[in-house]
Protein backbone atom coordinates (compact mmCIF):
# COMPACT_ATOMS: atom_id res chain seq x y z
CA UNK A 1 0.00 0.00 0.00
CA UNK A 2 1.48 3.54 -0.89
CA UNK A 3 2.11 5.70 2.13
CA UNK A 4 -0.12 9.26 1.88
CA UNK A 5 2.04 12.03 0.74
CA UNK A 6 2.22 13.95 3.74
CA UNK A 7 1.67 13.53 7.04
CA UNK A 8 -1.66 14.26 8.95
CA UNK A 9 -1.21 16.73 12.00
CA UNK A 10 -1.70 15.24 15.43
CA UNK A 11 -4.61 16.80 17.20
CA UNK A 12 -4.13 16.69 21.01
CA UNK A 13 -7.12 16.20 23.51
CA UNK A 14 -9.74 19.47 23.63
CA UNK A 15 -11.92 19.74 26.16
CA UNK A 16 -15.85 19.81 24.61
CA UNK A 17 -17.45 23.31 25.10
CA UNK A 18 -19.91 23.36 27.69
CA UNK A 19 -23.19 24.32 26.39
CA UNK A 20 -25.00 27.14 28.07
CA UNK A 21 -22.24 28.33 29.71
CA UNK A 22 -20.91 32.33 29.98
CA UNK A 23 -19.76 34.84 31.90
CA UNK A 24 -22.37 37.00 33.55
CA UNK A 25 -23.22 39.37 36.09
CA UNK A 26 -25.10 38.36 39.06
CA UNK A 27 -28.20 40.80 40.78
CA UNK A 28 -27.29 38.99 44.16
CA UNK A 29 -29.37 42.50 46.41
CA UNK A 30 -32.05 43.58 45.78
CA UNK A 31 -33.19 40.33 44.13
CA UNK A 32 -31.69 37.06 42.31
CA UNK A 33 -31.10 37.37 38.52
CA UNK A 34 -28.37 37.28 36.11
CA UNK A 35 -27.36 38.73 33.05
CA UNK A 36 -25.03 38.08 30.29
CA UNK A 37 -21.73 40.20 30.57
CA UNK A 38 -22.51 42.95 28.27
CA UNK A 39 -19.94 43.95 25.64
CA UNK A 40 -16.90 45.51 26.18
CA UNK A 41 -16.94 49.30 25.87
CA UNK A 42 -20.56 49.13 27.37
CA UNK A 43 -21.48 51.88 30.06
CA UNK A 44 -24.23 50.31 32.73
CA UNK A 45 -26.61 52.62 34.68
CA UNK A 46 -29.77 53.28 35.76
CA UNK A 47 -31.57 53.15 32.40
CA UNK A 48 -29.84 49.65 31.50
CA UNK A 49 -30.68 48.44 35.15
CA UNK A 50 -33.96 49.00 34.95
CA UNK A 51 -34.64 47.77 31.55
CA UNK A 52 -33.80 44.37 33.23
CA UNK A 53 -36.55 45.28 35.82
CA UNK A 54 -34.27 46.74 38.87
CA UNK A 55 -34.94 49.95 39.71
CA UNK A 56 -31.80 51.99 41.66
CA UNK A 57 -32.69 55.95 41.62
CA UNK A 58 -29.25 56.00 43.31
CA UNK A 59 -27.48 54.77 39.98
CA UNK A 60 -26.27 57.05 37.80
CA UNK A 61 -27.15 57.68 34.27
CA UNK A 62 -23.63 56.33 33.07
CA UNK A 63 -22.28 54.76 35.87
CA UNK A 64 -19.76 51.25 35.23
CA UNK A 65 -17.65 50.87 32.89
CA UNK A 66 -17.17 47.16 31.27
CA UNK A 67 -13.57 46.43 29.68
CA UNK A 68 -12.60 43.06 28.58
CA UNK A 69 -9.77 42.37 26.88
CA UNK A 70 -7.95 38.68 26.57
CA UNK A 71 -10.69 36.99 28.63
CA UNK A 72 -9.91 39.38 31.70
CA UNK A 73 -12.94 41.56 32.92
CA UNK A 74 -11.93 45.51 33.91
CA UNK A 75 -14.20 47.94 35.30
CA UNK A 76 -14.20 51.45 35.91
CA UNK A 77 -16.15 54.26 37.45
CA UNK A 78 -17.80 56.04 34.70
CA UNK A 79 -17.85 59.51 36.83
CA UNK A 80 -21.27 58.29 38.71
CA UNK A 81 -22.28 60.71 41.29
CA UNK A 82 -22.23 57.76 44.38
CA UNK A 83 -19.53 56.19 43.07
CA UNK A 84 -18.58 52.46 42.51
CA UNK A 85 -16.92 49.66 44.93
CA UNK A 86 -15.13 46.29 44.13
CA UNK A 87 -14.90 43.93 46.88
CA UNK A 88 -15.89 46.97 49.51
CA UNK A 89 -13.25 49.43 48.17
CA UNK A 90 -14.51 52.13 46.09
CA UNK A 91 -13.00 53.23 42.37
CA UNK A 92 -11.16 55.91 41.71
CA UNK A 93 -13.16 57.70 38.70
CA UNK A 94 -12.05 56.28 35.17
CA UNK A 95 -9.27 53.94 37.03
CA UNK A 96 -9.61 50.45 35.59
CA UNK A 97 -9.50 47.64 38.04
CA UNK A 98 -9.22 43.58 37.14
CA UNK A 99 -11.84 42.56 38.18
CA UNK A 100 -11.71 38.06 39.29
CA UNK A 101 -14.36 35.65 39.75
CA UNK A 102 -16.54 36.19 42.45
CA UNK A 103 -16.31 39.63 42.78
CA UNK A 104 -19.06 42.08 44.33
CA UNK A 105 -19.20 44.94 42.46
CA UNK A 106 -21.42 47.45 44.32
CA UNK A 107 -23.39 50.76 42.43
CA UNK A 108 -26.43 52.58 44.11
CA UNK A 109 -28.45 50.21 46.44
CA UNK A 110 -27.58 47.16 44.06
CA UNK A 111 -25.05 44.90 44.28
CA UNK A 112 -23.62 42.62 41.59
CA UNK A 113 -21.35 39.65 41.31
CA UNK A 114 -19.21 38.43 38.74
CA UNK A 115 -19.05 35.28 37.40
CA UNK A 116 -16.83 34.03 34.44
CA UNK A 117 -18.41 31.10 33.58
CA UNK A 118 -22.28 30.41 34.59
CA UNK A 119 -23.96 27.49 33.42
CA UNK A 120 -27.58 27.31 32.36
CA UNK A 121 -30.46 29.42 32.57
CA UNK A 122 -29.64 33.71 33.50
CA UNK A 123 -33.14 32.78 35.88
CA UNK A 124 -33.30 32.28 39.53
CA UNK A 125 -33.45 28.29 40.30
CA UNK A 126 -36.26 27.35 43.05
CA UNK A 127 -34.89 26.07 46.49
CA UNK A 128 -33.56 22.60 46.06
CA UNK A 129 -34.98 19.92 48.60
CA UNK A 130 -34.80 22.64 51.44
CA UNK A 131 -31.15 24.06 50.25
CA UNK A 132 -31.69 27.96 49.23
CA UNK A 133 -29.27 28.56 46.42
CA UNK A 134 -30.43 30.82 43.29
CA UNK A 135 -27.27 30.47 41.46
CA UNK A 136 -24.93 28.52 43.33
CA UNK A 137 -26.15 25.07 43.61
CA UNK A 138 -26.59 23.96 40.23
CA UNK A 139 -23.69 21.22 39.82
CA UNK A 140 -25.46 20.09 42.99
CA UNK A 141 -28.87 19.75 41.28
CA UNK A 142 -27.04 18.44 37.54
CA UNK A 143 -25.55 15.58 40.11
CA UNK A 144 -29.00 14.81 41.51
CA UNK A 145 -30.64 14.60 38.13
CA UNK A 146 -28.19 11.98 37.32
CA UNK A 147 -29.21 10.07 40.34
CA UNK A 148 -32.43 9.77 38.98
CA UNK A 149 -31.68 9.12 35.82
CA UNK A 150 -30.14 5.67 37.12
CA UNK A 151 -26.82 6.48 39.16
CA UNK A 152 -25.43 4.61 41.72
CA UNK A 153 -26.71 3.48 44.82
CA UNK A 154 -23.35 4.23 46.59
CA UNK A 155 -22.96 8.20 47.00
CA UNK A 156 -20.27 10.32 48.91
CA UNK A 157 -21.66 13.95 49.68
CA UNK A 158 -18.83 16.15 50.15
CA UNK A 159 -18.52 19.86 52.10
CA UNK A 160 -17.47 21.75 54.72
CA UNK A 161 -19.46 22.01 57.92
CA UNK A 162 -22.71 23.83 57.75
CA UNK A 163 -23.54 23.92 54.08
CA UNK A 164 -26.39 21.47 54.32
CA UNK A 165 -24.91 18.16 53.54
CA UNK A 166 -27.88 16.09 55.64
CA UNK A 167 -30.37 17.94 53.44
CA UNK A 168 -28.20 16.75 49.68
CA UNK A 169 -28.00 13.51 51.50
CA UNK A 170 -31.77 13.50 51.80
CA UNK A 171 -32.31 14.64 48.46
CA UNK A 172 -29.90 12.09 46.90
CA UNK A 173 -32.20 9.11 48.45
CA UNK A 174 -35.09 10.95 46.47
CA UNK A 175 -33.59 10.93 43.85
CA UNK A 176 -32.80 7.16 44.25
CA UNK A 177 -36.59 6.45 45.10
CA UNK A 178 -35.01 5.54 48.02
CA UNK A 179 -36.81 8.34 50.67
CA UNK A 180 -38.43 6.05 52.53
CA UNK A 181 -37.48 3.82 55.13
CA UNK A 182 -34.37 6.46 55.90
CA UNK A 183 -31.76 6.37 58.43
CA UNK A 184 -29.43 9.08 59.23
CA UNK A 185 -26.28 8.05 61.74
CA UNK A 186 -23.38 9.86 63.27
CA UNK A 187 -20.91 7.24 62.50
CA UNK A 188 -18.13 9.42 65.07
CA UNK A 189 -21.08 9.15 67.60
CA UNK A 190 -21.12 5.37 67.41
CA UNK A 191 -19.05 3.92 70.00
CA UNK A 192 -16.61 1.07 68.67
CA UNK A 193 -17.88 -1.75 70.92
CA UNK A 194 -21.51 -1.78 69.77
CA UNK A 195 -21.24 -0.47 65.91
CA UNK A 196 -21.45 -3.26 64.50
CA UNK A 197 -24.49 -4.99 66.54
CA UNK A 198 -26.30 -1.43 65.70
CA UNK A 199 -25.43 -1.35 62.26
CA UNK A 200 -25.71 -5.24 61.24
CA UNK A 201 -27.92 -5.85 64.04
CA UNK A 202 -27.01 -10.21 66.06
CA UNK A 203 -28.70 -12.89 67.04
CA UNK A 204 -29.74 -13.67 70.08
CA UNK A 205 -27.15 -14.88 72.52
CA UNK A 206 -24.54 -13.20 70.44
CA UNK A 207 -22.98 -11.83 73.80
CA UNK A 208 -23.39 -11.28 77.10
CA UNK A 209 -26.50 -8.28 76.99
CA UNK A 210 -28.25 -10.32 73.74
CA UNK A 211 -31.10 -11.85 74.97
CA UNK A 212 -32.60 -11.57 71.78
CA UNK A 213 -32.15 -10.82 67.70
CA UNK A 214 -31.94 -7.68 67.09
CA UNK A 215 -32.13 -6.47 63.13
CA UNK A 216 -29.82 -3.40 62.98
CA UNK A 217 -30.06 -0.31 61.21
CA UNK A 218 -29.07 -1.51 57.65
CA UNK A 219 -31.40 -4.18 57.32
CA UNK A 220 -34.15 -2.44 59.46
CA UNK A 221 -34.40 -0.02 55.75
CA UNK A 222 -33.95 -2.80 53.99
CA UNK A 223 -35.48 -1.36 50.51
CA UNK A 224 -34.51 2.49 51.63
CA UNK A 225 -31.47 4.46 52.48
CA UNK A 226 -29.14 4.58 55.25
CA UNK A 227 -26.99 8.27 55.78
CA UNK A 228 -23.78 7.94 57.27
CA UNK A 229 -22.95 11.19 58.56
CA UNK A 230 -19.32 12.08 59.14
CA UNK A 231 -17.57 8.96 57.62
CA UNK A 232 -14.32 10.36 57.76
CA UNK A 233 -13.96 10.01 61.47
CA UNK A 234 -14.94 6.22 61.41
CA UNK A 235 -11.86 4.19 62.48
CA UNK A 236 -9.76 2.32 60.22
CA UNK A 237 -10.87 -0.92 61.69
CA UNK A 238 -14.62 0.11 61.27
CA UNK A 239 -14.40 1.09 58.00
CA UNK A 240 -13.53 -2.48 57.25
CA UNK A 241 -16.64 -3.90 58.37
CA UNK A 242 -18.58 -1.72 55.62
CA UNK A 243 -16.46 -3.01 53.17
CA UNK A 244 -18.78 -6.06 52.52
CA UNK A 245 -22.28 -4.30 52.33
CA UNK A 246 -20.64 -2.14 50.07
CA UNK A 247 -19.06 -4.51 47.31
CA UNK A 248 -21.76 -7.13 47.98
CA UNK A 249 -24.82 -5.55 49.47
CA UNK A 250 -24.42 -8.36 52.82
CA UNK A 251 -24.34 -7.92 55.93
CA UNK A 252 -23.02 -10.39 58.65
CA UNK A 253 -25.28 -10.17 62.02
CA UNK A 254 -22.81 -10.21 65.22
CA UNK A 255 -22.97 -13.80 65.91
CA UNK A 256 -24.39 -15.50 62.82
CA UNK A 257 -22.64 -17.83 60.69
CA UNK A 258 -24.56 -16.57 57.39
CA UNK A 259 -24.59 -13.20 55.74
CA UNK A 260 -27.86 -11.48 55.10
CA UNK A 261 -28.52 -9.83 51.31
CA UNK A 262 -30.30 -6.46 51.47
CA UNK A 263 -31.24 -4.11 49.32
CA UNK A 264 -29.92 -0.41 50.86
CA UNK A 265 -28.73 2.32 49.46
CA UNK A 266 -25.74 3.90 51.38
CA UNK A 267 -25.38 8.04 51.10
CA UNK A 268 -22.37 8.94 53.37
CA UNK A 269 -20.89 12.84 54.47
CA UNK A 270 -17.87 14.07 55.12
CA UNK A 271 -16.08 17.60 55.68
CA UNK A 272 -12.67 15.81 55.73
CA UNK A 273 -10.59 15.51 52.76
CA UNK A 274 -11.18 11.78 52.42
CA UNK A 275 -7.80 11.62 49.85
CA UNK A 276 -5.95 13.14 52.22
CA UNK A 277 -6.74 11.02 55.04
CA UNK A 278 -5.92 7.87 52.72
CA UNK A 279 -2.26 9.46 52.02
CA UNK A 280 -2.33 9.50 55.82
CA UNK A 281 -2.99 5.99 56.35
CA UNK A 282 -6.63 6.75 57.87
CA UNK A 283 -8.68 5.87 55.51
CA UNK A 284 -9.12 2.76 53.45
CA UNK A 285 -8.57 3.70 49.45
CA UNK A 286 -10.86 0.58 48.65
CA UNK A 287 -13.58 1.88 50.96
CA UNK A 288 -13.26 5.74 49.25
CA UNK A 289 -13.76 3.92 46.14
CA UNK A 290 -16.60 2.10 46.93
CA UNK A 291 -18.25 5.07 48.57
CA UNK A 292 -17.63 7.51 45.92
CA UNK A 293 -19.30 5.80 42.95
CA UNK A 294 -21.34 9.08 42.60
CA UNK A 295 -19.77 12.26 44.40
CA UNK A 296 -21.95 15.41 44.94
CA UNK A 297 -19.63 19.05 46.78
CA UNK A 298 -21.60 21.55 48.23
CA UNK A 299 -20.35 24.33 48.10
CA UNK A 300 -19.60 26.52 50.84
CA UNK A 301 -20.87 29.87 50.91
CA UNK A 302 -17.61 32.01 49.82
CA UNK A 303 -18.01 30.17 46.95
CA UNK A 304 -21.73 31.17 46.15
CA UNK A 305 -21.61 34.84 47.27
CA UNK A 306 -24.89 35.89 45.02
CA UNK A 307 -26.97 33.38 47.06
CA UNK A 308 -25.96 35.08 50.42
CA UNK A 309 -28.68 37.34 50.87
CA UNK A 310 -31.28 35.05 49.14
CA UNK A 311 -30.54 32.62 51.75
CA UNK A 312 -30.35 35.10 54.45
CA UNK A 313 -34.05 36.22 53.77
CA UNK A 314 -35.09 32.70 54.05
CA UNK A 315 -33.66 32.35 57.48
CA UNK A 316 -35.55 35.26 58.35
CA UNK A 317 -38.80 34.17 57.08
CA UNK A 318 -38.78 31.16 58.47
CA UNK A 319 -38.93 32.75 61.90
CA UNK A 320 -39.55 36.14 61.51
CA UNK A 321 -41.62 38.85 59.19
CA UNK A 322 -39.37 39.05 56.47
CA UNK A 323 -36.72 41.86 55.47
CA UNK A 324 -38.20 44.81 54.04
CA UNK A 325 -36.37 46.33 51.60
CA UNK A 326 -36.58 49.83 52.99
CA UNK A 327 -34.97 48.76 56.04
CA UNK A 328 -31.94 46.95 54.75
CA UNK A 329 -28.90 48.95 53.81
CA UNK A 330 -27.07 47.91 50.96
CA UNK A 331 -23.67 48.18 52.53
CA UNK A 332 -25.12 45.56 55.19
CA UNK A 333 -25.96 43.50 52.22
CA UNK A 334 -22.17 43.86 51.12
CA UNK A 335 -20.30 42.76 54.03
CA UNK A 336 -22.70 39.79 54.45
CA UNK A 337 -21.46 38.69 51.27
CA UNK A 338 -17.44 39.62 51.33
CA UNK A 339 -17.46 37.72 55.08
CA UNK A 340 -15.84 34.09 54.78
CA UNK A 341 -18.55 32.40 56.61
CA UNK A 342 -16.09 29.34 57.59
CA UNK A 343 -19.10 28.12 59.60
CA UNK A 344 -20.74 28.52 56.07
CA UNK A 345 -25.12 28.47 56.87
CA UNK A 346 -24.55 27.22 60.35
CA UNK A 347 -22.93 30.52 60.61
CA UNK A 348 -24.99 32.83 58.91
CA UNK A 349 -28.11 31.71 60.41
CA UNK A 350 -26.44 32.25 64.11
CA UNK A 351 -25.15 35.59 62.92
CA UNK A 352 -28.44 36.53 61.89
CA UNK A 353 -30.29 35.43 64.92
CA UNK A 354 -27.96 37.32 66.98
CA UNK A 355 -28.76 40.98 64.45
CA UNK A 356 -32.14 40.68 65.22
CA UNK A 357 -31.40 41.04 69.00
CA UNK A 358 -30.26 44.21 68.62
CA UNK A 359 -31.73 45.56 65.53
CA UNK A 360 -35.31 43.89 65.31
CA UNK A 361 -36.32 46.78 62.78
CA UNK A 362 -33.93 45.51 59.89
CA UNK A 363 -30.36 44.80 58.60
CA UNK A 364 -28.12 47.58 59.30
CA UNK A 365 -24.17 48.18 59.60
CA UNK A 366 -23.86 49.08 62.61
CA UNK A 367 -25.59 46.12 64.10
CA UNK A 368 -23.55 43.52 62.05
CA UNK A 369 -20.53 45.36 63.26
CA UNK A 370 -21.96 44.98 66.69
CA UNK A 371 -22.06 41.00 65.92
CA UNK A 372 -19.13 40.29 63.90
CA UNK A 373 -16.61 43.24 64.68
CA UNK A 374 -15.20 45.89 62.49
CA UNK A 375 -15.07 44.98 59.14
CA UNK A 376 -11.62 44.11 57.91
CA UNK A 377 -10.42 46.72 55.27
CA UNK A 378 -11.07 46.11 52.03
CA UNK A 379 -8.84 44.83 49.71
CA UNK A 380 -10.17 45.64 46.71
CA UNK A 381 -9.10 43.24 43.68
CA UNK A 382 -7.44 40.35 44.64
CA UNK A 383 -3.82 40.61 43.93
CA UNK A 384 -0.31 39.13 44.17
CA UNK A 385 0.72 41.43 47.08
CA UNK A 386 -2.66 40.72 49.35
CA UNK A 387 -2.24 36.99 48.46
CA UNK A 388 1.19 37.00 49.59
CA UNK A 389 0.66 39.07 52.90
CA UNK A 390 -3.20 37.01 53.25
CA UNK A 391 -0.69 33.65 53.28
CA UNK A 392 2.03 35.12 55.18
CA UNK A 393 -0.43 35.97 57.82
CA UNK A 394 -1.62 32.53 57.90
CA UNK A 395 2.34 31.29 58.38
CA UNK A 396 1.81 29.24 55.10
CA UNK A 397 -1.54 27.75 54.97
CA UNK A 398 -3.31 28.36 51.88
CA UNK A 399 -6.66 27.61 53.05
CA UNK A 400 -6.97 29.96 56.18
CA UNK A 401 -5.93 32.15 54.01
CA UNK A 402 -8.35 32.07 51.46
CA UNK A 403 -11.18 32.14 54.04
CA UNK A 404 -9.42 35.39 55.40
CA UNK A 405 -10.02 36.63 51.54
CA UNK A 406 -13.09 35.14 51.45
CA UNK A 407 -12.31 32.98 47.97
CA UNK A 408 -11.86 29.72 47.19
CA UNK A 409 -8.54 27.85 48.03
CA UNK A 410 -8.41 26.88 43.99
CA UNK A 411 -8.53 30.62 43.38
CA UNK A 412 -5.58 31.98 45.40
CA UNK A 413 -3.62 28.80 44.32
CA UNK A 414 -4.10 29.41 40.77
CA UNK A 415 -2.97 33.20 41.10
CA UNK A 416 -0.08 32.40 42.64
CA UNK A 417 0.78 29.84 39.68
CA UNK A 418 -0.23 32.49 37.28
CA UNK A 419 2.17 34.77 38.72
CA UNK A 420 4.95 32.08 38.91
CA UNK A 421 4.35 31.99 34.92
CA UNK A 422 4.73 35.10 34.57
Known amino acids: MAEPNSTIEHRGPVRPATPGR ?73 DRVTVDDGA ?3 LG ?22 LVGPFGLRDVAAALDDLRAGGASNVLVEGETGVGKELVAHAAATALGRASPYAAVNVAGVAK ?37 EIGELP ?48 RLDLLNRLALTRIRVPPLRERREDVFAICSELVARRAPPFVPEE ?39 SLAEVLGTAPHPTGALTEEVAEAAIAAAAGNVTKA ?15 KRVQRD
Open 193 to 229: GVFESQMFGHVAGAFSDARSAAAGIILAHDGGAVFLD
Open 402 to 416: AEKLGVSRGKLLRLR
Open 236 to 283: LELQAKLLRLLENREILPVGAQRPTRVDVALIAATNRDLAERVEQGEF
Open 104 to 106: VIR
Open 328 to 366: VEVEAVERLLLEPWPGNVRELDATLRAVRRVDPSGLHLW
Open 109 to 130: RTLLVYRERLTGSLDPAPPLHG
Open 22 to 94: RAALICAFPRSIAFALPDSGAVLGRTWLAERELADTEVSGAHLGIHRAGGVLQVSDAGSRNGTWVNGARLTPQ
